[in-house]
């Protein structure tokens, strides 16, 4: 009588790999895409009539203070919303079958790098903006919050595992809960090890939009939509960074 090894029977199973996640790997990318965002954000609040791009929540409290002291702009963070939820329910559909995530992640970091350039274009042609409602001014604006929305479909639909890199909220609250379970130290080793793992590259990501914030300002303050270029170049920054996997190969390898 044949008896089956268990050497048999581990060859039935074939463990197919998932997807790269960019947990375990490089900080980098989601790093510079985060000091993107930050400096997208203030530089679009200070030139654009108070209209956040990339924190969304922020327009619906720039409305409310529009109407009792009439100091920011009106159109942009009313557009704001529905832009944002129009451009990201697009590529979601787009971008969403695709089953190749190196190629999904290729094309929405060009995306973006475009959109952020033809801001910047418009920007310097025809700013600064006395009517943070005028047509030209909005349409900047929106050009940026179409980058954003952009930017969080990348990072929910081609980078799996990393923390958001515009919604600092989120962010701080889940590294919080890390340290705080890191600090107790009463789970299961894998547990600890993905809640480190995950603390270092949010860290990184609560530091990066701080410091692109804190850049974006000085420099609109000094030079205007000049300013779009820092988000500009470390969009296409990201672009090359994207083109590598968390094991360093070529991503579209």
Known sequence: MNIPSADADADVVVHQPGPPTMLAGSWLLPTVLSITAGSVDVIGFLALGGVFTAHITG?????????VTGGFGQVGPLLAVPVFVAVLGVLALVFGAVG?????????????TALLAICLGLGVAFGP??????PIAVLVGMLAVA??????????????????????????????IDVARLVRHRREPDTLATARRRARVTFACVVGFVS??????????????????????????????????????????
């Open 100 to 112: 190749e995530v190196s190629g999904s992640r290729r094309a929405l970091l060009i995306l973006q």
């Open 212 to 253: 692109g914030a804190a850049i974006g300002a000085v420099l609109e303050v000094h030079g205007g939509l000049w300013a779009m270029a820092l988000p500009v170049g470390l969009a296409a920054v990201a672009v090359l960074l994207g083109e590598r996997r968390t094991d360093g190969r070529s991503g579209g390898r």
């Open 59 to 67: 327009n619906v409290v720039i409305v409310a203070a529009h109407y």
């Open 147 to 176: 980058a954003m929305a952009t930017q969080n479909a990348l990072v929910r639909l081609a980078l799996q595992g990393v923390p958001s890199t515009a919604v600092m909220t989120t962010n701080i609250t889940q590294l919080t």
């Open 129 to 134: 903006f006395a009517d943070a409602d005028g």
